[in-house]
């Protein structure tokens, strides 16, 4: 890129950033896989990849499964077949040889969505949704809205005309008699803390009428209160419930299956390997009263009475759930791995996976070069305008190399960092990645900021150099850690706003707020010409390092003290990196340069200034205001204001952020039309500009004063040149343009 400014490009174009085909062969094997995954999904959704089936003594038989993916299946005393689906949710009922649908229609919800597994009470179906309790009676589906706490139901449990279901947060809901109540269960010796909510609470009710729960523990509840239940030979740390099967509920852990009778004192173990399961299977499901079935990745496994069974799945199936029917035939589910549809499937799924990773590769390639090119744009020109580099800008190839170092050891720390939370606090961890690249980013820049600086020759000795170590090369990265931290886990945070946790929380946006509100109050200062008490107010961004020094050098420079802004800019240059930063910081430094007659230097930085933001118009309207002020070219000048004028009707960042530039710029033009003998349209700018929002601020207003004054000057009207510059002279008395109408009144005088 190239501005007329004599800085050329640092970087080459690469040849892979001209070979435009590549990219548009990559955009379309994307746009392939993309649509492979389309279609695939509805594959899954419709459940061409689930399978139904019905075990008798002549073996496996498949069974039209209702759409969707079947999930579970249960079978009534009665012999009705229920079962639930997913991605095309509802509940579903067997009626002949078609399935009757029930959905959120039926519930009377918003949502087909179910929340928990369903279960059978004689003939009754009962089931949670996130928007309350829904209830089949045979006839007719009814729907509870108040029945739960919250909206995370975890499990249900029903027997005997009563339900019960209980939330992710352990509340108890109890129905009896057409009314329900909502407890919290007292459970003696459970976990406390953040390790109590490490397992979603399960429910079963045992024929008995005793409710269990399973949550990191198991306990029965017999109409009294909650007991522990525990395995005297082999207590179970993270039991799994299986369900309740003929008089016993039957448990999970590791590679055993467990049974417990309704009273709680009678245990059974059963190894998987006596099941004649494989080292690598697992139960899913339970059910039946006679034989007691379960469904496991080897296949269908049933025990009679002391004697194990293993009933192989049809090829390429594997089991998820079983149902044992009255007649004695035994319902599952399962996924169906078809080996053709699952080759066609893995081939397209590597196509969609190489086609989105090469539209992400090759804009991040694309993008990291741009970052590359823009960096080293960067270094050329910092060095045209200020003849030193920063101290950020090192030569590339050794930038590189600290740079990967950096992300090694950013990326070491942030899963180190996780893995240690992940073990003492799993619930607020939450995501693994995204944690991950929260701690990546908080680390990275810390380490960013603890690097030593390195000291130059023109650092000024003693008080008041650049300090070793730039603490606010941090606040960005840290400061975004914590806002994807707040976004992720706000459900957390909500809970804990209250004493010193909720100062803790809020301090990090009390500091964002006050960072805003700060630098508002320090523009609306500078506005009414009190320079001191701005700089009092740009003290308090001292954490933010480089915004710091770029507000007290702006506001050096607008008070007139162009030696104590030159220093000021010259050390925010050094430790701002970003390119809009610099660019500003160059602008100022320019002017201050100007007006202590160092031309030379002040036109590099504004050349310097327009590299970096090309579509800013202050740089041009600065160096129009240069060969102004040098008595040069105004045909150049007055094109220089012309496209500055133009770049800033286009910019509507600068039209509402930066308002009264519009007449600094109108004035610097109505200078340069009157050496380019165009007094008419000189005069309408003028006027213009003395009418624009330049008025609600004093520095702005004394410069469009003086700038009037040097255009009536040189048109001979002294009267007017005179007016302008002692009303800029009254508007802004201690400022920078305060001082140059009162010289400009003193030149006149003499």
């Not at 915004?547 to 050096?556: E, F, P």
Request: hydrophobic residues 45%; positive net charge.
């Amino acid at each position: 890129m190239n501005t007329g400014s004599g800085i050329a490009p640092a970087v080459e174009i690469p040849w892979w950033a001209k070979m435009r085909w590549v990219l548009a062969a990559l955009l379309v094997l994307g746009a392939l896989g993309y649509l492979f995954l389309f279609f695939t999904r509805k594959l899954v959704y419709s459940g061409n990849l689930t399978v139904l089936l019905r075990h008798t003594t002549a073996g496996w038989v498949r069974v039209a499964r209702p759409l969707g993916t079947a999930e579970r299946v249960r079978v009534t005393r009665g012999g009705t077949v229920w079962v639930q689906t997913a991605f095309k949710p509802g509940l579903n009922r067997l009626e002949g040889n078609s399935w009757k649908r029930y959905s959120g229609s039926d519930f009377g919800t918003r949502t087909d969505y179910l929340s928990v597994w369903f279960k059978l009470d004689g003939e009754e179906v009962w089931s949670a949704t996130p928007e309350g309790v829904v209830h089949f009676d045979g006839r007719n589906w009814k729907c509870w809205r108040n029945a739960l706490a919250g909206k995370d139901a975890s499990s249900i449990a029903v027997g005997g005309g009563e339900a019960w279901v209980i939330d992710e947060t352990g509340n108890l809901s109890h129905h009896a008699r057409g009314a329900w109540s909502i407890s919290k269960p007292a459970l003696p010796q459970m976990p406390t803390g953040d390790k109590a909510t490490q397992w979603y609470p399960a429910l079963a009710r045992t024929a008995n009428g005793s409710l269990w729960l399973v949550r990191g523990g198991i306990w029965r509840f017999d109409g009294s209160g909650w007991a522990p239940v525990a395995n005297p030979e082999r207590p179970l740390k993270k039991p799994v419930l299986l369900g309740v099967a003929g008089d016993r509920v039957w448990l999970s852990e590791g590679r055993d299956v467990f049974s417990v009778s309704q009273d709680g004192r009678s245990w059974a173990r059963y190894p998987m390997s006596d099941m004649g399961l494989p080292a690598d299977a697992w139960v899913k499901g339970v059910n039946g009263d006679g034989p007691v079935w379960f469904a496991t990745s080897a296949g269908l496994a049933a025990l009679e009475g002391t004697r194990w069974r293993l009933i192989a799945p049809p090829p390429g199936v594997t089991l998820t759930s079983v149902a044992a029917a009255p007649d004695g035939t035994v319902w599952a589910t399962g996924g169906d791995r078809q080996p053709r549809m699952m080759a066609i499937l893995r081939i397209g799924y590597w196509i969609a996976i190489v086609g989105m990773l090469a539209t992400v590769a090759w804009p991040l390639r694309a993008m990291r070069y741009q970052l590359r090119l823009h960096r080293e744009q960067m270094w050329t020109a910092v060095g045209h305008a200020t003849g030193q580099l920063p101290g950020d800008l090192v030569a590339p190839a050794e930038d590189r190399r600290k740079g990967w170092a950096e992300h090694i050891l950013a990326l070491a720390l942030a899963l180190a960092a996780v893995f240690a939370l992940g073990r003492v606090w799993p619930q607020g961890v939450g995501s693994s990645v995204v944690t991950v690249f929260i701690a990546y980013e908080f680390f990275s820049g810390v380490l960013r900021a603890i690097q030593r600086r390195e000291v130059k020759p023109s650092d000024p000795i003693g008080p008041g150099g650049p300090p070793k170590y730039d603490l606010a090369k941090s606040v960005q990265p840290v400061l975004l850690a914590i806002a994807l931290f707040a976004f992720m886990r706000f459900d957390w945070l909500l809970g804990r706003l209250r004493g010193w946790w909720g100062l803790l929380l809020i301090l990090p946006v009390g500091l964002f707020v006050g960072f805003i509100l700060c630098g508002w109050l320090t523009d609306r200062t500078v506005a009414r010409a009190d320079y001191d008490g701005a700089l009092r107010l740009g003290r308090f961004l001292f954490w933010l390092r480089a915004g710091a020094l770029y507000v007290r050098g702006d506001v050096l420079l607008k008070a007139g003290r162009y030696a104590e802004a030159e220093a000021a800019l010259r050390q925010g240059i050094d430790a701002e990196r970003r390119p809009e930063g610099r660019s500003l910081m160059l602008e100022d430094l320019g002017e201050a340069l100007m007006e202590t007659g160092r031309y030379g230097e002040a036109q590099r930085c504004f050349e310097g200034a327009r590299e970096l933001m090309p579509k800013r118009s202050v740089a041009d309207r600065c160096m129009a205001e240069l060969l102004l002020r040098q008595g040069l070219d105004a045909e150049k000048a007055l094109e220089l204001a012309d496209r500055s004028l133009k770049l800033y009707r286009r910019s509507g960042h600068e039209r509402v952020g930066s308002r009264e530039r519009i007449g600094e710029i109108l004035a610097t033009r109505a200078w340069a039309l009157v050496l380019r003998a165009r007094s008419a349209e000189a005069l309408e700018a003028i006027a213009e500009a003395l009418k624009g929002p330049a008025r609600k601020s004093r520095p702005a207003l004394a410069h469009v004063r003086y700038n009037a004054g040097m255009a009536m000057k040189a048109l001979g009207n002294c009267s007017a040149a005179n007016e302008h510059f002692g009303r800029g002279r009254d508007v802004d008395p201690t400022g920078r343009w305060g001082n140059l109408c009162a010289q400009a009144l003193r030149e006149r005088s003499a």
